[in-house]
């Protein structure tokens, strides 16, 4: 009782300091967890207050640790970036937000210097003190940035900015052409019968929000509004759609590169996937097409962020500017199919492909933001100011529990 | 140099526990830092928890991993999945490993010898993932295996991404593992003993069944602890063949380490295949397995 009349003040006192962004966490059973919550917040401010961030880029430590999205660190655009800067790559390809987590928070936090996190992942990093404060004026590029991804809920809080946003882009239907006729254009085909056998999904607990998605279009009484927000009963709903599911599936991917061996060998023919992998069968020679379908998708909007613990912080820094060119944001969003951060991309992009700034979006975002609803992190909060969602740590079991 | 080591060897001749002392200690040390250390940790970590918003262990004592370890059927059909493949992959390759060790042992000539060990012993040398994903590329459904049913006409198989590719995979990767330990058993056999049973009117069949059969079973129980623990304890295999539903305990607890960042959840489960191994362990060493090592 002591520690829940102080922890309504807490929370009063953590709404205004970081507002909508840093929703408590009240999942923990006992009592007074939510002061921790708040004393980490106040810390969290007090740090940012202390200002440890960089003032000038100084000379490369000649090495930078990344943990990334497969496909983030190819040789086009890192191999230049060793020879201008002498810091020598070493990356860590994770296939899920929570490895990411996982890793910058292994070994103390000192193993890695930079991530590419998520918008599910960011938050966690900055509440967990796993990332240091950026100094956005030492980022040029940052002013030619999207507006909307210019300090952005997932990666800046009370105006410090914890992450440099990056690329964003939708997470796709993805089908061999010849064997799936005609081309889907809903989610339900990787809930239907018809596809047995030859499903694929990603092995994500994340990914429990695109059946929620699908759900609020197909079963519209559940009265599912958020993907991201669910009630204990819309993820029974939920659950019960990904176990059936389940009988359906050739398998769960945990790594791109086992999406794309298992459409190359003729093992899977639909799933859910990203537009990476499209890019990379089409390489290779596969029929394959991608959509996002009429119910909308899910999606990604990533940032770099540095890690508190970071050993090689000047090179980091010279990575995060390196990046953020037009010239290597084109790259990067050709490459793996998604969109860049910096508005001056456009014409790079043209010029690598023609048509290809129209054709993601690059030059008229606005409107294709709205389609895609944004990896974010559950929490008890359900955003209509009722505290009945579950929040990630209930849907991480109700995945495993999916899986068996 | 030689002077110091024969003024050592002189010293510690007149206390032989120097000398004790010295050859113990490294290994002791490692003994108990590196593994009673390692296994105490593990143990104790498995009743605290994880706060999940800064992914910080909470050092309060609960048996709150147990009871969700207990209470979830999830948990006990992945833990039931992974023991009885472990037991089916032991008793595949010890059924294979059997007769191939006996012709190599008794019938075959030094040469064909010579051969088939070579032969059991070359892909130890392979790297371990480079075999699981060829098994991969063999049973793919547009593979290697499909391809020569398809040319013999036959219909294609649909083994890929099942548990039956784990079990498959599993007991192609142990097999080495049986065979070496059950040939030893039967080299240690004295010939001596298949004369006598010979002589004493036995036929072959019989000497096979009631001589150098029960004489080989520490061999297949040595074999066995080799393909059970290393079965039990993988999870690499069944990420990479595996379909949906094919998760084992080894894939729950990388699961929880590495993406769920739930240490104490993963100790809690990992103390399971270590009650597991260590029952089988006791039931080894009562049917003389460690003799056979």
Known sequence: ?????????????????????????????????????????????????????????????????????????????????????????????????????????????????????????????????????????????????????????????????????????????????????????????????????????????????????????????????????????????????????????????????????????????????????????????????????????????????????????????????????????????????????????????????????AKYHADAPADYFKRISFWKTPVRQCGNGESTCLDYSAWQQAWQLVKG | MSASISSLRGFAGRRPWVATTVLLALPATWFVVFYLAALVSLFVSAFWQVDSLTGDIVHVWTLDNFRLLLSEPTYRHVALRTVFLAASVTLTDAVLAWPFALFMVRHAGTRTRTALMAAVTVPLWCSYLARVYAWRLILSHDGALNWALHVLHLPDQKIAYTNWAIWLVFSYLWLPFMILPVAAALERISPTLLEASADLGASEFTTLRRVLLPLAVPGLVAGSIFTFSLTLGDFITPMLVGGAGSDFIGNVVYASVGVANNVPFAAAFAVLPLLVMAAYLLLARRLGAFEAL
């Open chain 1, 1 to 357: 009782m002591h520690c829940r009349g102080k922890l309504k003040m807490h929370k009063k006192e953590e709404v205004r300091l970081v507002g909508r962004a840093a929703p408590p966490d009240p999942r923990l059973s006992f009592a007074c967890t939510q002061i921790r919550t708040a004393a980490i917040v106040i810390l969290l401010a007090s740090t940012a207050a202390g200002a440890q961030e960089m003032t000038a880029i100084g000379p490369g430590e000649g090495a930078l640790n990344v943990v990334a999205w497969e496909g983030y660190m190819q040789d086009d655009w890192a191999k230049p970036f060793e020879q201008q800067t002498g810091c020598k790559l070493h990356h860590k390809y994770a296939g899920s937000s929570d490895e990411m987590v996982a890793l910058m928070r292994q070994g103390g936090g000192g193993l890695y210097d930079l991530v590419s996190a998520s918008g599910d992942a960011s938050l966690r990093l900055i509440f967990g003190r796993n990332v240091a404060p950026i100094n956005i004026s030492l980022i040029p590029a940052w002013k030619d940035f999207v507006p909307d991804l210019q300090s952005p809920s997932f990666n800046t809080v009370k105006g410090v900015h914890f992450g440099v946003s990056y690329e964003w882009g939708p997470n796709v239907l993805l089908w061999n052409t010849d064997k799936i006729k005609p081309p889907p254009d809903s989610w339900a085909a990787i809930y239907n019968q018809a596809n047995a056998g030859q499903i694929t999904v990603p092995d994500n607990a994340i990914q429990i929000a695109d059946a929620a998605l699908y759900l609020s279009k197909a079963k519209p009484d559940l009265g599912i509004t958020d993907p991201f927000e669910l009630t204990q009963s819309q993820m029974d709903a939920v659950v019960a759609l990904l176990q059936q599911q389940k009988a359906l599936l050739k398998k769960y991917w945990s790594l791109a590169s086992d999406a794309v061996d298992l459409f190359r060998n003729g093992d899977a023919a639909i799933g859910a996937a990203w537009p990476y992998m499209t890019n990379t069968l089409r390489d290779a020679g596969a029929h394959v097409a991608e959509t996002i379908p009429r119910e909308g998708a899910t999606g990604w909007a990533d940032s770099w962020m540095l890690s508190a613990h970071a050993q090689h912080p000047n090179c980091a820094y010279m990575w995060i500017n390196f990046v953020t060119t037009p010239h290597v944001q084109a790259q990067q969003a050709l490459s793996f199919g998604e969109t860049p951060a910096n508005t001056k991309a456009c014409a790079d992009m043209d010029k690598l492909a023609a048509g290809s700034c």
